[in-house]
């Protein structure tokens, strides 16, 4: 449920809604927009009667959420939350480019990459340490010692650095690194996982499941927000269909019906969505065109001898290209490429 307040009302009258939540035993959830305040009254409320808020002071008006997922719907928070990283924001007018290997596979990979992304014009660098291989006999990650080399890059570089966490197991060790953490398809539905990322303040970009519903994608997205983790990015990178040309099937519906549904930024990655180096950069322009707020490409300096994800990667000069045309449909939507001028300082904020 949620309770909009009128456009005067007085931080007393704000704590009496909000003395009023607790005392039915529900979670409350405040947000501080630039045209309104709306607290949202989250668990158990279908049997609560709206009236019960409305006689209050200084409420406005007092709607159901009528989605499952609450925090994450567009109805609860209508304008865009902006999430801001170290030296750039994702989910406002700038289009955010996430760009580096699949694995770390070594210090000259890494910082070889992050070197010639951060010229392409790259706003963020990826990096998987812990991998989720499908065969346990694959290079499973370099562990602490990825995360090292890529600190080490993003000093050199000053890009803020992604990295996928497979379990809760490993919360502490990556805290002490990572600017976003990366919950990877098939851990979208760990829930115990999720719910640990809800209890920090880093970012998490959380990837669509391999068959997961876009309404699954969001109920995973609220468990993090409830734990009052609000710097949620979503990520869309291809779903199980029965083409078999391409790796997955690029869900581009997806942008437009996210967008609509949900106030959390949308990212694309046409890598892992087609699989296949050679229709990256036109599945990349046509999620910017369709909305989306960043794209998330893996790049390699040497493709062929890439530990993982060789085939679809992008060798730097494909990327670069590919960055200069995502920044032409951008223009042509009335946005621009992140700039990715300063360097990265660790940032933990909440909701903007
Ligand atoms: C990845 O980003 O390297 C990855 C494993 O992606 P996904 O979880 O989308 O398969
Ligand atoms: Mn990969």
Redesign the pocket.
Known sequence: MMIIMKAGATPQEVEAVIAQIKSMGLAVHLSQGVEATIIGAIGETHAIPIERFEGLDGVELVQRITQPYKLASRQFHPEDSVIPLSNFAVGGNEIAIIAGP??VESRSQIIETAIAVKEAGASAL?G?VF??RTSPYAFQGLGEEGLELLAEAREKTGLPIVV?IMSQVQLDLMLKYVDVF?V????MQNFNLLRAIGETRTAVLL??G?SATIEELLMSAEYILAGGNTRVML?E??IRTFETSTRNTTDINAIPVLKNLTHLPVIL?P??STGHADYVAAIARAGIAAGADGL?I?VHPDPAKAV??GKQSLRPEKFAQMVHQAGQIAQIMGRRLASTQGSAQPLKQGWA
Do not use: M, T, V
Request: aromatic share 0%; glycine share 12%; hydrophobic share 10%.
């Open positions: 699949c694995s990826r998987g991998k989720p996928e990366q990877g398809a098939r851990n990837k669509r391999l990520c990178r291809g990655d890598s892992h998330i893996e993982s994800d």
